[in-house]
């Protein structure tokens, strides 16, 4: 354990990768635009576990969980408590707020906004390039706004934004914005029902 995570009390497990700057193809939407960021920030009491990538720019909270294997990308703030899951990939420039848990192997985009106490399951992709990659447009992100549940395997394309409370179906694909409280399923999803806080 070095010294500075002795005084921050936090826990980075062996081959996990801290500080790291982006290095961008010839080809990427970045190239060219390479500059050194600053270190990685870690909260105290969190825990970065093995074979985690942290890029530089990046600040996690307090008590943040990093499971194996996960990617955090550049410029990406995540909040007090919450759960990044193994094989996670969190592109740059992206937002998560407190509490909130993203399952195994999700893809979370770049310009992504996550509030706090989301719940993103498994193999979860979101997307931030309307025109996927054949012309240039602005990168935009999904909005998924506090308490919101996503189900394993949906998709979210760029923009929408997923209301307070809303409820996301497994293996949906969301086309438009879900409005609060609603639950939506289906490829494209719809609105089947408001949801039930008694269950």
């Known amino acids: ?37 600053p270190p990685t920030e870690i909260g105290e009491g969190s825990i970065i576990c093995s074979h985690a990538v942290i890029y530089a720019g990046t600040k996690l909270g307090k008590k943040v969980f990093v499971a194996d294997g996960a990617s955090i990308r550049e410029n ?4 007090d408590m919450a ?3 193994r094989m996670v990939t969190v592109e740059c420039n992206t937002k998560i707020g407190k509490r909130s848990k993203i399952q ?5 985009t770049g310009d992504c906004i996550i509030g706090d106490d989301v719940f993103i399951g498994p193999e979860v992709t979101t997307m931030n390039d309307l025109y996927m990659g054949a012309k240039e447009t602005e990168m935009k992100g999904p909005i998924i706004e506090d308490g919101a549940l996503i189900g394993g395997n949906a998709t979210l394309l760029p923009g929408v934004r997923i209301g307070k409370n809303a409820v996301v179906g497994a293996g949906s694909v969301v086309t438009k914005d879900v ?3 609603e639950v939506w399923v289906g490829n494209p999803a719809k609105k089947i029902k408001m949801r039930d806080w008694n269950q």
């Open 83 to 85: 759960v990044i899951g």
């Open 179 to 181: 409005p609060a409280n």
């Open 76 to 79: 990406v703030t995540i909040d």
């Open 1 to 37: 354990m070095t010294e500075q995570e002795k005084k921050l009390n936090y826990t980075v497990q062996k081959h996990a990768i801290l500080n790291k700057q982006p290095v961008y193809g010839p080809n990427s939407h970045f190239a060219g635009q390479e500059k050194t960021l």
């Open 104 to 108: 195994t192997a999700a893809h979370i």
